[in-house]
């Protein structure tokens, strides 16, 4: 067959060839827990599957750290903390510019590994996540050596062994997060990703090795949610920094209250994205489709409710469904995948209860993108439901997956009180030509970040964090230092 002919065969017509990033990765059979520099068998001595959400297929098996091995971690950041506090803060800085680099250099390996354990397209990991990871280092390691200027007139000091727990939706962009802040304000780290998706963070911590990070600075254990508790409740643990639901969260701050730990939460969302008539319709939706429907909806500050101003209605939901029809769904590692695999099938059974809930309180349900899925692995069909009340299941909860409620509003005064009508407060998104309407609403949502005529754009130097049960504290930017410094 001619290449002419290859790309034209096949039953759907248009068949694109293997994206690159098909190279195999090393994937150990077994991975160890990173305590003080090496890898270690859990004294637990249990290990559980990760898996392929896109195959099904299982990839390694993870060390579960129980209390020993909990115990064994913080042991060795308590151990490191006091040589890493007194390092000149020029060279703790060349330490996290080391890890930046050596990021960028096997940035290819940990975006396929990340699109493998976890089911997102490899063009978000390897064009979004990776670069965003390796940036974080980057601007911390600027701030190492600067941090009297983040806090004129202070003397700002370590706070001591950090314990952070991340979730599965951006497992290699949340240890940056938390790792690179706390490093550079002098702090040693116990960090556990989330159980799906760990094997990003034990190939971060071969990193570590490989730039001879002291031992113990940073330490990475795998494990489900007992192995975090067990991190949270430890005593010589002086910083509880988590991202997780708003539902664990809850718990984490009772487990801490009176113990003079410091606590940050990042947690849920149900973001709304405003359209008012007056905006450029076609931009607006490619945002809104980035804002639902990129990592399958796994995002915190998804734009999972959408309010379009009444006279533009019928364009956006036809516009909407035009391009939700176009998304390629199928192999996260093709390089021309919008939309890749549900992270495990307990996510993938929450979404689709949604789902059935929405249709069974009488919402109409839109899922026009027919492409076959894959026969293995778990997959949710992009779809939005129009005639959604606010007191819909669908309207109020958050969702987690690549499902989006879309309703109306007449006026401004409206769209501000509905989009604030939540008990969340991540983000928002307004979109409008006019600019002073901008800054009239934006100023009114109780939104942690307001997207202005785009969404979902992440910066090192830019806070992020919650209003209300989206949780408090910042990472990212100067404020983001605050939760690692004492004075
Ligand atoms: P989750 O169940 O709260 O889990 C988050 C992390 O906490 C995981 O590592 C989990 O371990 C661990 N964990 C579970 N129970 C724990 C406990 N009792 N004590 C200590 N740690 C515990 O959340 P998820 O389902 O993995 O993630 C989705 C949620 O995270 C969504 O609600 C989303 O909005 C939120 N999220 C928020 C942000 C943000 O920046 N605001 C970012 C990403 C995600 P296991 O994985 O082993 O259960
Ligand atoms: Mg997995």
Redesign the pocket.
Known sequence: MTGVDSHTAGTTGWEYSPAPERTRVAIKDEYGLFINGSFCAPKSRRRFDTINPATEETLSRVAEAGPADVNAAVEAAKAAGPGWARLKPSERAKFLFRIARRIQERSRELAVLETMDGGKPIKESRDIDLPLVAQHFFYHAGWADKLAYAFPGRTPRPVGVCGQ??????PLL?AAWKLAPALACGNTCVL?????TSLTALHLAEIFQEIELPPGVVNIIT???????A??EHPDVKKVA????????K??ARSVAGTGKKLTL????KSPNIIFADAAIDQAIEGIVASIWFNQGH???AGSRLFVQESIADEVIDKLAHRMRSLRIGDPLDKNTDVGAINSST?LKTIERYIDAGGDEGAVLHEVNEQPLPDKGYWCRPCFFTGVQPSHVIARE?I?GPVLSVMTFRTPEEALARANNTPYG?AAGVWTNTGSKIFEIARKLDAGVVWCNTYNKFDASSP???FKE??FGR?GGRHGLRAYVKF
Do not use: D, Y
Not at 165 to 170: S, V
């Open positions: 727990i991340i979730p599965w939706n951006f949340m556990k990703p989330a159980e799906t494990g489900a949610g007992e192995t975090g508790a991190i949270v988590f991202t997780g639901s708003t539902e664990v969260g718990h984490l990042e947690l849920g969302g995002v915190c500050c996510q958050e987690f991540l992020f964090g919650g989206s949780g990472e």
